[in-house]
């Protein structure tokens, strides 16, 4: 079974709305990861965010983390066309294995 | 630099043939992965290699075999192949530790087994 499990399966905005989409996992984590997938294409990372950190952001990206829920989420603010993709929450628990949800894909339209 | 380059880009076989898929970094990895990805679902992994000479299984490692030829290459084989492995193979390349562990992707390799 997966780590991670993000929600909603899926989004549709308008553009300039903001979109969030959560993670939920199961074991206690070094750290958690979010990748964007665009179609046909492999994944970029997006922002990686330790286990003692809250809140983290990169540009307009906000990711938070509650390691007492178990759960991450990530907010894409004034969402553009080109955010339309797949996002996946990946985690890290102790070891080595980087491990995926089945992502929420994300649909911005003009 | 070319990051992660996997071969071939895509590939039909015909059940019970076997291939190879190739990877490449030139970004100095320790770590590599080789993932798969099932139509609307998210990245199981398959095998990963901590470091040049080691392996492990992931999640999902029947009927694939790896090797980790050399810091910059990870090849994944499949002996005899099966409809159910036709999938989109993702190559990882990665550095390890407790507060890192980004993991840069190759662009896949599309499989389809008759």
């Known amino acids: 079974s997966q780590q991670g499990e993000e929600d909603p399966q899926a989004l549709s905005i308008q553009e300039g709305e903001n979109a969030t989409m ?20 492999g ?16 540009g307009r990206l906000r990711v938070t983390l509650d390691t007492s829920k178990k759960s991450s989420s990530l907010l894409i603010t004034a969402s553009r066309a080109a955010d339309t993709a797949s996002y996946f929450c990946a985690t890290r628990p102790a070891g080595n294995k980087l491990t995926f949800g089945g992502g929420t894909r994300v649909l911005v339209k003009p | ?19 190879t898929l190739q990877c490449a970094q030139d970004m100095n990895h320790n770590s590599m992965y080789w993932y798969r990805q099932d139509p ?35 090849s994944l084989r499949l002996e005899s192949a099966a409809p159910s ?28 087994v008759l």
Request: hydrophobic share 25%.
């Open chain 2, 40 to 74: 609307g679902m998210g990245l199981r992994l398959i095998y990963y290699s901590a470091s040049e000479g080691t392996t492990d299984k992931g999640e999902v490692p029947n009927g694939y075999n790896v090797s980790r030829l050399n810091k910059r290459e990870f």
């Open chain 2, 85 to 112: 492995q036709t999938s989109v193979y993702f190559c990882a390349g990665g550095r390890q530790g407790r507060y890192t562990g980004e993991l840069f992707f190759g662009e896949g390799s599309r499989l389809t």
């Open chain 1, 43 to 58: 994944l970029v990372h997006l922002i990686l965010i330790r286990s003692n950190e809250r809140e983290k952001h990169s």
């Open chain 2, 1 to 19: 630099n070319a990051g992660v380059t996997q071969t071939p880009k895509f590939q039909v076989l015909k059940t019970g043939q076997s291939m």
């Open chain 1, 22 to 41: 959560n993670c939920s996992y199961k074991t206690s984590i070094n750290n958690l990861q979010w990748y964007r997938q665009n179609s046909g294409r």
